[in-house]
């Protein structure tokens, strides 16, 4: 998997209300997001991902937060992890615009997110 890696690309926020979470944030942060939908709420800070995704559109039970590693071939880096055991919490999803994710659970059921997002260039703004 060392090799698949690309980096932390993205964390997203499950929150219960998604329009006090994005106002929170846009105080927080000082910016309005750059992608705003009531599936979805995405900021651009510094050149990394922060997403607002209500926790009630996800099957997870509570709040809390996933990271995201970027991968260039989400395909492959699952099969890679699935051919070491690893099975995936939710299958890979196309989100749109050609981005792709999925997550497995680590050895405590944390979540670790996958990302593969051809627009994304580590370190520079979107």
Do not use: C
């Not at 944030?25 to 997001?33: H, N, S, T």
């Not at 009531?38 to 651009?44: E, H, I, K, M, S």
């Not at 709040?63 to 995201?68: C, D, I, L, R, T």
């Not at 890679?80 to 059921?109: C, M, N, R, Y």
């Amino acid at each position: 998997m060392k090799n698949q890696l690309l980096g932390l690309y993205t964390s997203i926020y499950y929150v219960d209300d998604l329009a006090r979470a994005k106002k929170w944030y846009m105080q927080f942060l000082g910016q309005a997001p750059y992608f705003d939908q009531p599936f979805y709420v995405g900021f651009n800070v510094a050149g990394y991902e922060l997403g607002l995704m209500p926790v009630s559109d996800t099957k997870r039970l509570q709040k809390g937060s996933v990271s995201y590693w970027g991968v260039r071939d989400i395909l492959s880096a699952s099969a890679e992890l699935e051919s070491h055991g690893h099975q995936l919490f939710d299958p890979i999803t196309d989100v749109g615009d050609g981005i792709k994710v999925a997550s497995l659970l680590d050895a405590d059921e944390n979540v670790v997110g996958l990302i593969e997002n051809p627009h994304f260039k580590p370190g520079a703004p979107k």
